[in-house]
């Protein structure tokens, strides 16, 4: 009889328990918490209603017997698994209300891909401002997580009287194209469902990927009817000019270039054409199961579990004050699988937490920020000052450096979980090194060629967002989640005030003036940071990729995870893996 185990099973089988049930009394004094969550999370369900239901109507999509992007999405993606990205983001503040794309990670068939499609509600899909920006971080997450691209597109091409906004430029609405070059030169598949009318833009949009899937009623064009007719050479229009157009126009109407008997018929670009929009998603179905993906058994190291304590206790562990210390390995043990963590040093650089734990069974390497004070820490500040969590010290900076080169080494992904108000300064941390320090840490993580994933859980602050893996690591950072928590700002907003105020406060004082003209000025801009870090402003301007509910964060864990061990382009032996012997010892 055959014998079989899971690789490493004396070290991954089992791993140390962490974190503990929530007790009678801290669940009773946890209520207000949950009530300033749920207040958090009303704000960003109207805000993510909001976006869905820009452009017209459903119904009316639905009268003229078509599918809205969400209907598409629904129909194509496996259930439960879709896991939205850029809900929100509107950087230019379009009127629009969004940037005509919808987008997320999701399985289809079995297997993880990056899916986008146009939002056909909105100006037919057209190019809009900030579009451009929202497709280059999709296309880079599909090529820093080695899975297929799956386009839904629809698009009408660009809104053209605000064309200024999107067409020049070196991350304009050109720059998808490029990289859609880019990823098949790398191998990533890209596959296209392509519906209604795409001139122009919506041409290339439609014609650069892999595997193009057209609906019955499709076409993809250089250029439109409108296009077409609008070649005028006055360089004005005049009522004869005008008439001209209303002629092209009725011409061109009845038939639009590149419909399907064009590139289905003659030039053959289709592979298929269906008669029904669900056709289509059928027929990306059946190109999604030919995709490569390995077995999950290949890669896993036990079998998968959910953690031992609900996830809904997060609303409750996770302080909506601020400053509010909290234990960090209860967040933690809401997370991994069986609620186990083996943890690297665990005695040095306490104001962090490195290790490995496993999710979906699968290896992950998480690290975090621990919170409260830590008497006696630093050693360089012989006693000056107390460590206080959420900084970062000369031992924890080395400890990070250290694990992630080692995470390189064995080719695991990493989860961060910041919680952070900066990196200590002055004269004795400037001695202490941290300056280079932090910096090694980023040098550190760029030297790896491993997918990281970022949660902004409360504060994401100063140089410390940076060096945790923020989304500035663009060669390793797949994708930035905040929480209904989640505050990013350069430094605390009194703190700012205080620096760009105090010489002025005193001068006004020495010269006899009036201080509340100056009192007002700080407190507006206090008022003002408040205002621009708050979760929705942070998912609106991009500084993360989505805000979701605590109880969401293990599913977006699982999926970037379960998209790392789809098809890895690098391949560590787990028998050959450095990591957990280290931590043994």
Not at 78 to 105: M, Q, R
Not at 114 to 129: E, L, P, Y
Not at 173 to 197: K, M, V
């Amino acid at each position: 009889m055959a014998r079989k185990q899971t690789p490493l099973r004396p070290y991954f089988e089992k791993m140390a328990d962490i974190g503990k049930a929530l007790s009678d009394a801290e669940v009773k004094r946890s209520q207000e918490n949950v009530e300033l969550v749920k207040e958090q999370v009303g704000v960003l369900t109207r805000e993510t209603e909001r976006v869905k239901n820009a452009g017209i109507p459903a119904k009316k999509v639905h009268d003229r017997g078509g599918m809205t992007i969400y209907d598409r999405l629904e129909y194509l993606v496996d259930a439960g698994t879709w896991s939205p990205l850029h809900t929100l983001y509107n950087p230019k503040e379009n009127e629009e209300g969004c940037t005509g794309v919808v987008n997320g990670i999701g399985r289809i068939e079995g297997r993880w891909a990056v899916i986008i499609g146009f939002d056909n509600k909105v100006m037919a899909g057209a190019w809009i401002a900030g579009q451009s920006e929202n497709i280059l971080m999709v296309t880079d997450m599909a090529k820093r997580l080695n899975v297929p691209l799956v386009w839904l597109t629809n698009c009408s091409g660009v809104k053209l009287m605000e064309q200024e906004t999107v067409y020049a430029g070196r991350r304009s609405s050109g720059a998808p194209f490029y990289r859609h070059a880019d990823l098949n030169h790398l191998g990533i598949p890209i596959l296209n469902g392509i519906y209604g009318t795409n001139p122009a833009g919506g041409g290339y949009q439609g014609i650069s990927p892999t595997i193009l899937l057209a609906h019955d009623g499709a076409n993809i064009a250089v250029g439109g009817a409108g296009i077409v007719g609008g070649m005028n050479p006055k360089g004005h229009i005049d009522v004869e000019a005008a008439q001209a157009l209303i002629d092209a126009t009725r011409n061109f109407k009845a038939k639009d270039p590149g419909r399907v008997e064009t590139h289905f018929d003659q030039t053959a670009y289709f592979r298929e054409v269906h008669d029904t929009e669900t056709g289509v998603l059928d027929g990306i179905k059946d190109y999604m199961r030919m995709m490569p993906a390995y077995d999950p058994a290949m890669f896993r190291v036990a079998a998968p579990a959910p953690p031992k304590f609900p996830v809904e206790d997060l609303n409750m562990i996770l302080p909506a004050n601020q400053k509010r210390p909290y234990d960090a390995i209860q967040i933690l043990a809401r997370l991994t699988d069986n609620s186990e963590f083996m943890e690297y040093r665990p005695d040095y650089g306490r104001e962090v937490y490195t290790g490995i734990a496993k999710v979906d069974g699968f290896p992950v390497a998480f690290i975090g920020n621990r919170q409260g004070v830590f008497p006696g820490y630093p050693e360089y500040a012989k006693g000056a000052y107390p460590a206080v969590g959420g900084k970062h010290y000369r031992e924890g900076l080395i400890k990070q450096a250290e694990f992630v080169t080692l995470c390189g080494r064995d080719n695991l992904p990493i989860v961060w979980l910041q919680d952070t108000t900066g990196i200590d300064v002055g004269d004795l941390a400037e001695e202490a090194e941290l300056l280079a320090l932090g910096q090694s840490l980023v040098y550190s993580i760029e030297q790896t060629d491993l997918s990281m994933m970022c949660v902004v859980l409360r504060k994401g602050t100063a140089a410390a967002h940076y060096i945790m893996c923020g989304p500035q690591a663009n060669n390793n950072n797949a994708f930035t989640l905040g929480t209904p928590l989640t505050e990013i700002y350069v430094m605390h907003g009194e703190t700012a005030a205080a620096a760009s105020y105090a010489r002025r406060l005193v001068k006004e004082q020495d010269s006899g003036n009036d201080l509340a003209p100056v009192i007002g000025k700080m407190n507006q801009m206090i008022q003002d940071y408040q205002e621009k870090s708050r979760p929705a402003y942070c998912a609106i301007s991009g500084f993360v990729d989505e805000i979701v509910e605590l109880p969401e964060l293990r599913r977006y864990i699982q999926a970037f995870t379960g998209a790392n061990y789809q098809n890895p382009k690098s391949i560590t032996p787990v028998h050959q893996m450095l990591l957990p012997r280290i931590i043994r010892g």
